[in-house]
């Protein structure tokens, strides 16, 4: 992605859990673009992620997107607003490193392409699984990581490894140029402040979950 492809935006301004809801409003509102629809209010975009009209209208109002009183917002508008300031409105170059169940199932989600993402290839140490194809991404062995990284360039890594693997491909992708790290490796990675690091932690996304419906 080159300079002159780079969103102007107000995102330094955005905090985590507005960064969150436009992501969750960039999903919905590319399915209503899928079923037809053209404009959207902020009562009706509320009620599909599930928080206040008020609080889609702030939101909005901070990347200075504003709908038209007694109309709304015009969706295929909005997703393309919404697209530059999440960096969805380029193309991502992705890898991903390691093809478990989780990986394989990565591979087959249709949503990264939609969303300005390229899966450039995918990496494994086992032997069964290099040369295949999944989802219409290229299982390459893992010892070419370097090779490829210094090729075609990914600002993206998706680790889905296990947890005492996680930090060494981290180091790896980081020494080679990757800017932003997506990790599904239960343990804390530790790299540049440069680098940006988002943990998915399945087992605590879970533990979260049941605590409250205990406590709900």
Known sequence: MN?????HTTRGELSTPAVGRLSLYYRE???LLDSGTTSTNSRDLAALVNVSAAVVRRDLS???SSG????GYDV?????HIGRVLGSGVQWKAVLIGVGSLGNALLRYKGFEQLGFSLVAAFDTDSTKVGRSVGGTAIRAFDDLELVLRESKPELAIIAVPSEQAMDVATRVVAHGIQGILNFAPTTLRVSSAVAVINVDLASELQQLAFRIQNG
């Open 29 to 31: 509102l590319h399915r």
């Open 68 to 71: 038209r009183r007694g109309v």
């Open 62 to 64: 901070s990347i200075q």
């Open 76 to 80: 295929a508008m909005l997703v393309e």
């Open 3 to 7: 300079d002159e492809q780079k969103p």
